[in-house]
Each structure stands twice: as structure tokens, then as C-alpha cells.
């Protein structure tokens, strides 16, 4: 692992072009796997430039290609389709292409839910939908109940009671039609899509549908900011999993971008400390942080 990690995510003063000058939009299904396996490239995208993006996790709902033309908001996006085909990278990529005509229906509640924990926080919104995503693709829930929203929402250390209040409420009905309906004016037909925005032009955005490997990202990314950009360094693995709570070895690995071998025998010494409890499931290990969250973004 790089001897030179930061021991705190510290975002040093912005200079002319690093004020957030890029918008990134990820277009989601949280019941699609793909959706799930591609947080890591954002998570190390985030951490070595998070200072020059913002990002927000749009839910898509179900797309019917066939009468999407018909649809009032289908209209000609200021956008540029880069990639429309997905490939398998990383080994996190399940299934290969997840069209939206074929994938299921996201259930209604659980899209709610989401915007939910949104209306505590951009933050707040994020961890529920990870919780959310570990209920689901880990513990094989496939149809997710109010009893177990709530149970995301709690363990995400969200406010229980607002969230309550927010899942039946009309903001966030209005920030679930928001959602769909960005969806459609961005020909969404393949999940996960990745789309970015200059923040101060009128430029056209640049789409990337489907998983490709973290250099292409970074690729794009430099192409909308116009200037030198270099990537802070990554936070100590410590500061990682206090940020996430729940990580894989695979996941952990590919952000620091050394072995799996390497990364447990420091996990290990961490679990000597009682830092983190090693959890083995399908196949995989994941380590649970065991001490007081720290917020990465």
C-alpha cells in the first residue's frame, strides 16, 4: 500500500479550476447489482478528485424504450453519448449489460425511500442507499418491506423519525418525479450510466453507460475540467473504513490499487487492535469498521 496516504482527508484551498466545476450524475436502479459494483470506482474517484466534481445518484425507475419517443419530455439532450456499451472490469461487473426495457421494476417504496434520506442530506442519502444495497445484494432481500427500510435508515445513522415522516411525503414524491423525468430527457436506457456536466457551460455533457475501468473516468473527467488536474492522496486505511463502515477486501484493494494478499495482512492487524470484525459472505470477505463513523464526503 502507498506509504504516502494522507492520515485525513484534508481538501487543500481551491485554485482557479478547482472549484467544483464539474456536475456528475449516476443513474441508478438500486435493485441492480451493476449499480452496486460500481461504487468503488466513485468512491476512489471521489477521493482522489472529489474537489473539482459534485455527484448526486439519480434513480431511474423503469425506462420503456418502446414509448420513451412519445413521452412529453423526451427531447434532444445537450449530451454526448461517449460509450453506450458496458464490459465487464475489475471483477465487479456481474452480469454485463443491464438494459432497462429487461431489468425489474424498481418498487415504488423503495425509490421513495431513497429520496427520503436525501431530504436529511446529499450524505444522508448516500449511506442509506449503500445500507440499502448490503441488505439486498448481501442478505439476498429481494422485495425490501417498510420494517427494513427502517432498518437502513437507522444503521445509516440517519434521523429515524424525519425519515418516517419524509417516506409517504410529497417532497419526496416531487424528488422521485425529478428523478424519472431527468431520466427520460437523458435517453437513459442503460444501467448504471454515469453523466457529466460543465457546472459554468453551455457545453454539451458527456454520457458513459455501463462499467469501464477507473482510467476512463479520470479520462473524462480531465476532459470537462480544461485544466491541469492531480489526485490527492488516498486517506489511511483506517479513515476508509471508518468512512464506509462495510467494505470488501475487493473493494479495498482495487481503491488502493494493490493486492488483496496486501490489504488483509493489514486488515488483520487492524482486527488484532479490535478496529474492525471480519465478516465472511458469498464467497466474499467484507470488514466491518467497529468504532465511531467519520463522514468521507
Known amino acids: 500500500m502507498d506509504k504516502q496516504e494522507a492520515k485525513h482527508i484534508n481538501m487543500p484551498s481551491p485554485s482557479a479550476c478547482e472549484h467544483k466545476s464539474v456536475e456528475a450524475y449516476l443513474f441508478i436502479d438500486p435493485l441492480c447489482k451493476d449499480c452496486w459494483e460500481i461504487e468503488p470506482f466513485i468512491i476512489k474517484l471521489w477521493l482522489e478528485y472529489g474537489k473539482y466534481f459534485s455527484i448526486r445518484h ?8 418502446t414509448n420513451a419517443s412519445s413521452h412529453k419530455w423526451n427531447k434532444p439532450a445537450n449530451i454526448r ?15 454485463g449489460k443491464v438494459h ?23 450524505k444522508a442519502g448516500s449511506k442509506f442507499l449503500r445500507k440499502l444495497q448490503e441488505y439486498i445484494f448481501l442478505e439476498n432481500v429481494s422485495n425490501p418491506n417498510c420494517e427494513l427500510l427502517l432498518a437502513c435508515a437507522k444503521d445509516s445513522d440517519i434521523d429515524v423519525e424525519e425519515f418516517k415522516k419524509d417516506l409517504y411525503s410529497a417532497s419526496a414524491k416531487k424528488a422521485f418525479q425529478c428523478d424519472l423525468k431527468f431520466t427520460n430527457e437523458m435517453h437513459i436506457t442503460e444501467i448504471p450510466s454515469l453523466v457529466f ?12 453507460a455501463g462499467t469501464y475501468s477507473y482510467d476512463v473516468y479520470v479520462q473524462l473527467l480531465k476532459e470537462l475540467v480544461k485544466c491541469e488536474i492531480e489526485p490527492e492522496p488516498l486517506p489511511s486505511l483506517e479513515v476508509l473504513l471508518e468512512a464506509t463502515q462495510f467494505i470488501s477486501s475487493k473493494e479495498i484493494a482495487f481503491i488502493y490499487d494493490c493486492s488483496k494478499q496486501e490489504i488483509e495482512r493489514e486488515l488483520k492487524k487492524l482486527q488484532l487492535k479490535r478496529k474492525v470484525q471480519m465478516i465472511d459472505v458469498k464467497c466474499e470477505r467484507y470488514w466491518k469498521w467497529i468504532a465511531k463513523e467519520k463522514d468521507l464526503v
Open 58 to 65: 439519480i434513480v431511474t425507475g423503469k425506462v420503456d424504450g
Open 197 to 208: 456536466f460543465h457546472a459554468n457551460s453551455d457545453e454539451e455533457g458527456i454520457k458513459i
Open 81 to 95: 453519448f461517449v460509450w453506450e456499451k458496458t464490459t465487464s472490469l475489475q471483477g465487479f461487473s456481474c452480469d
Open 100 to 122: 432497462m426495457q429487461e431489468a425489474s421494476s424498481t418498487p415504488y417504496l423503495v425509490s421513495m425511500a431513497i429520496k427520503a434520506a436525501e431530504l436529511q442530506g446529499r
